[in-house]
């Protein structure tokens, strides 16, 4: 096994955001290979959100996001467990960055789950009659519409769509990434965006 060394473990830290002594464990248990001490990182993260999933979280911040010179304006309400997380520069960080993403992205709901029934209806309509014109069978139609709208909940749940300040990463992995990071349960628990001119 290769040694650890103090500049390797910085390196990491400043990539990562983890600390020190998990970005030393995660380097020695992948012998030095930064890349998959990166991933070691993001599965202890996943790990410790789904740990603490269940936990209450009854403190955290409303963050609020002007954009485009008044033209779009978002609030969001993340929730923690605690009132130190909620003043931690990583927490409120996080809040700013789903508030702006949010501007830019305009999801449907936060969950797959949360999209109103009319909408999912709607979809599945529109994506059943696309491949019926395609001269698909009623079954290959349904199984296709199926596809698209698993396509569109990626698309446009919050938790599921590409983070737009990185897309390798899901809105679902900065969060667990941040609560590998903190140790605190942490969920974004509503948000409102209004764009000028919208109904």
């Known amino acids: 096994m290769s040694t650890i060394s103090a500049t390797m473990v910085k390196e990491l830290r400043e990539m990562t955001g983890a600390g020190m002594m998990d970005c030393k464990e995660a380097l020695s248990q992948t012998g030095g290979d930064q890349k998959k001490a990166i991933e070691f990182l993001r599965k202890k993260g996943?790990?410790?959100a789904q740990k603490r999933s269940g936990r209450a979280t009854s403190a955290g911040v409303v963050y609020s996001y002007i954009?485009?010179?008044g033209k779009i304006g978002v609030m969001v309400e993340v929730?923690?467990?605690?009132?130190?997380?909620a003043k931690n520069d990583s927490f409120q960080e996080f809040a700013k960055n789903i508030a702006m993403h949010i501007a830019a992205t305009n999801p449907v709901s936060i969950r797959p789950e949360e999209v109103p029934e009319e909408i999912v209806a709607k979809e599945k309509e529109i994506y059943k009659a696309q491949a019926a014109q395609l001269g698909k069978p009623a079954q290959v139609a349904e199984k296709i519409?199926?596809?698209k709208l698993n396509k569109?909940?990626?698309d446009n749940c919050l938790l599921t769509q590409p983070y737009v300040?990185?897309?390798n990463l899901t809105i679902s992995d900065v969060l667990n990434e941040l609560i590998g990071k903190i140790g605190e349960s942490i969920t974004v628990k509503r948000y409102v965006r209004y764009q000028l001119g919208e109904e």
């Open 46 to 48: 996943l790990a410790t």
């Open 67 to 69: 954009h485009m010179g």
């Open 79 to 85: 929730n923690c467990e605690t009132d130190f997380v």
């Open 145 to 147: 519409a199926e596809g």
């Open 152 to 154: 569109f909940f990626k």
């Open 165 to 167: 300040r990185d897309p």
